[in-house]
């Protein structure tokens, strides 16, 4: 059996748009993958091909710990409502303070982009149209964590690499998604991703 062909950003678009929203009237699509894999830097592209807005799981995770809380309130506060026809949005997370801040309101649109760890977790999947899974070597992906966070952090990057290998083994959520991506060129989006 041969590899499957690469296929580019504007074919995953198409296809996104060919899916029937499952959100209400909103396509809900999850830009999910460990750590430093590319996925903000893919879900930015994307959402600059559908003109869609763009949510990061940063924003909702309570602190290094909070994965599976991060998880919770995405449903509880943006994915519920926004299926229910209802004012959806989420209370920003301020990582300095360790405390949420500001209501931020996501309005209504055609597509929604979900980024970051857990945005494709079973919990979210009645929400979802399309799930894409980014993915990286490990050694790459530390490399871009600790250059993004600085070294202090190298715990807390290990602390949570804990929660999302357990995340994903539980949900194979990579076994789910409608697209795979490899993040390791540092261009996710450009010609690589592959379906599953």
Known sequence: MGEVPAIGLDDIAAEIRRRPPRAAGCRVIAVDGPSGSGKTEFAGRLGVRLAAPVVHMDDLY?????????????????????????????????????????????PPSLEIIIEGVGSGAVSCAPYLSFLVWVEAPADVRFARGIARDGPTYEPQWNRWAEQEDEMFASEHTRERADVIVDGSSGLPGGGVPRPR
């Open 62 to 106: 309570p602190g290094w710990h909070g994965l599976a809380e991060g998880v919770h309130r995405l449903v509880g506060w943006l994915l519920g409502p926004l299926a229910a026809g209802e004012p959806a949005g989420y209370r920003r997370y301020d990582w300095t303070r360790g405390q949420y801040a500001e209501w931020r309101e996501v």
